[in-house]
């Protein structure tokens, strides 16, 4: 019993601490003297395991154990998950229990795998990972096994087929890594065929149920053409979706063709290591039969061929066997050109580009153009430099002769010219130039007036930063005060003529004195005898009117209906400019409640007694009234007794001098600062909101 409390309690369990007061109540049930030792001796290692504990909950927190196991998808929550798990296997690995026993600590790094399989069984990296564990603890049984139990649940994974066969490399177990290649040659074989097998089937289904739709239509032979139309429609989208499957099928054969070429690779590496060069060209003989081989075995073969058995000319003619299949094959050609280039063989060089750049197609061969022009700037002459880039331009329409120039005076990563002459990608980035604004959109009213023509709005200097400048005029608060919807404005759209028009009659523009001004100016004219302005002899003609395309872009508005027997021409003018009126969004004023406000505000009096002490020849001109009274002053001004009003309480007149409500003679009071009036007015404006 307390060999099984001290091995519990020193492992991170979730109900620890629970499990060591049991055993503190157990051992002291039992002696307290012997309690004191053997709790003493265990009390280290419950307490490294209780802040194991709290680690170890950071990092499972987040893992879901209870999931189905499913090939990945590479989504966020899986990557996630993932993630997660090899944190806490290296967390593991880290030993935080301080144990000193390594099986121990491997036992737990082996249970902590096991755990993450439940949930990443089909994620290769986490087997991999395993096996590289026991091989570090010396455990190569452990790895084989582990290896074996991970490619029967992923037969085609070549991470995991690549490492096995290695691993049985290093331990001379040549038959086991060479079964290990033709498995997995077969099966990647086996998938291919599958697929095409599945595709074919596919689409034989598609065909055959647009047969039989067409079947139960029960067509006749004198068909209208409407159905002949609907029947063609029908077709052509039955060969788009055999189309969509075929493409699909060919995006992944072409992935399974390129890992079986990796595989032949690998294995054909393998063989020259283990048997010679003539073993790795008996398998490049079948892998040139498989469907599953690319040109990367050819490129590879005969790289193999030139450095290990010395012999170009064998390496040659494997180039050869691959421009027969490949010849269009931009990625294969640059390969056999560096080919020739490395072994320096200037007429097979220059035959091969002459002869690719003849059958391949332009939008191919941009690579090929590319090392053309860089193989000539580097080992031509001036005259074939210039010929071939002027081909290349030819050819190639998208190109510019700055970048031929660049290219040509450039050398692995020195690129000064265009680093410092030419300021880099950023110069030579195409301006995005935004499109016009449609006519829905808003518009500014400045929009007409040239940028000349426009007050230049003075700057703020920011003494940090002086380059930056911001316009001093700048909207303040503009979400707590409301402004108008400009994207109610509408399009301008000018008249024919160039004119614009008030009740269907032209305005010019440059006509601003109109013939009611004239009239003015011709009757004031005669009362001061004086003679009237004449017109010039050669008088000025307005410019013609710009074509609608260069005309700018300004608010339009229908013209208010105004009679010409009303308003002056000059008026109907001015009132033809202004917007209307459901053009305006901005605050609206409420005009009665505006006059209700005005009428209701007690002005202050102006003070007395405190300018009856100064002397009338004293008071400032400021205060002299500036006419005499008069009827229509309405007893409003402080004129003394005959032309002051009544006050209400009885039939006294207010005091005072010839001198204006504001003045300070005539026994009238002084006036009170502009901050009190201020006041007043503030509070009579509560008492009516009140």
């Not at 121990?104 to 990443?120: K, P």
């Not at 080992?379 to 010929?387: C, E, F, K, R």
């Not at 007794?641 to 026994?667: A, C, E, F, H, V």
Request: hydrophobic share 35%; charged share 25%.
């Amino acid at each position: 019993m307390r060999r099984a409390y001290q091995k519990a309690v020193t492992i991170p369990l979730n109900n620890v601490e629970h499990l060591w007061k049991e055993y503190d109540q157990w051992e002291n049930s039992l002696n307290r003297l012997t309690a004191k030792k053997f709790l003493g001796e265990k009390s280290s290692a419950y307490m490294t395991a209780r802040t194991a504990l709290r680690e170890m909950r950071l990092l499972t927190d987040s893992i879901h154990n209870h999931t189905v196991p499913l090939p990945p998808q590479w989504s966020e929550p899986e990557i996630n998950q993932l993630e997660q798990w090899k944190k806490y296997i290296e967390w593991e690995k880290s030993d935080p229990l301080r144990l000193e026993d390594g099986v121990a600590v491997m036992e737990r790094v082996v249970y902590a795998y096991q755990q993450a399989f439940l949930a990443l069984r089909f994620y290769p990296e986490i087997w991999y990972s395993f096996a590289a564990y026991c091989l570090e603890q010396d455990k190569a049984e452990k790895a084989l096994a582990v290896y074996k139990e991970a490619i029967e649940i992923m037969p085609t994974s070549l991470l995991l087929n690549f490492s096995y066969a290695e691993l049985c490399e290093s331990r001379k177990q040549i038959d086991e890594a060479r079964e290990v290649y033709n498995n997995l040659i077969e099966k990647l074989d086996k998938d291919r065929e599958d697929l095409k097998e599945a595709t074919e089937k596919e689409i034989t289904k598609l065909q055959q149920e647009a047969e039989d739709e067409r079947a139960s239509l029960n067509l006749s032979d004198d068909i209208d053409g409407e159905m002949r139309e609907q029947l063609r429609v029908r077709e052509k989208n039955v060969k788009k979706k055999q189309e969509e499957v075929r493409a699909k099928m060919n995006e992944e054969a072409d992935i399974i063709a390129r890992a079986g070429s990796l595989v032949w690779i690998c294995y054909m590496r393998f063989a020259r290591r283990t048997e010679g060069i003539k073993s790795a060209r008996a398998l490049f003989s079948r892998a040139r039969k498989s469907s599953n081989c690319t040109y990367h075995v050819y490129v590879a073969n005969a790289l193999m061929e030139y450095h290990n058995s010395k012999d170009s000319v064998i390496a040659g003619k494997v180039f050869s066997l691959g421009q027969k299949t490949f010849a269009d094959n931009p990625d294969f050609v640059c390969q056999y050109l560096d080919f020739l280039i490395q072994m320096n063989d200037d007429n097979n060089t220059r035959a091969l580009f002459e002869r690719t750049l003849a059958t391949m197609p332009s939008e191919k061969a941009a690579p090929i153009w590319q090392k053309f022009l860089d193989y000539e700037n580097r080992y031509g002459d001036l005259a074939s430099v210039q010929n071939v880039e002027k081909r290349r331009l030819e050819a190639l329409t998208a190109n510019t002769p700055m970048e031929s120039f660049l290219l040509r005076h450039s050398y692995l990563d020195i690129n000064n010219i265009e680093e410092q002459e030419l300021g880099g990608l950023v110069s030579r980035k195409p301006v995005i130039v935004e499109p016009a604004a449609p006519a829905s959109a808003p518009v500014s009213p400045t929009a007409s007036i040239p940028t000349e023509a426009l007050p230049v709005q003075p700057t703020i200097v920011n003494s940090d930063r002086s380059k930056e400048k911001r316009p001093l005029l700048e909207p303040v608060h503009p979400e707590r005060y409301p402004r108008p919807d400009m994207g109610q404005w509408q399009a301008f759209k000018p008249a024919a003529d160039g004119n614009r028009r008030v009740n269907n009659v032209p305005i010019p523009l440059s006509s601003v004195p109109s013939i009611a001004s004239k009239a003015i100016v011709s009757d004031t004219a005669k009362k001061m005898d004086v003679a009237p302005l004449q017109p010039q002899a050669s008088p000025v003609h307005p410019p013609p009117p710009a074509p609608l395309a260069q005309q700018p872009a300004v608010p339009s508005w229908n013209a208010p209906l105004v009679s010409q027997s009303v308003l002056p021409d000059a008026v109907a003018y001015f009132v033809s400019n202004l917007p209307p009126p459901q053009t305006f969004n901005g605050p609206i004023i409420q005009s009665g409640e505006l006059v209700d406000l005005l009428r209701s505000i007690i002005l202050p009096l102006p003070p007395q007694g405190v300018a009856q002490q100064r002397p009338l020849s004293q008071a400032p001109l400021r205060n002299a009234p500036m006419h005499p009274p008069s009827a229509r002053d309405g007893g409003r001004g402080n004129y003394g007794p005959p032309y002051g009003r009544q006050r209400p309480g009885g039939n006294k007149s207010r005091p005072g001098g010839n001198m204006g409500r504001s003045g300070g003679g005539g026994g009238g009071k002084k006036r009170r600062p502009r901050d009190e009036d201020y006041d007043d007015y503030q509070g009579q404006k509560g008492k009516r909101r009140r």
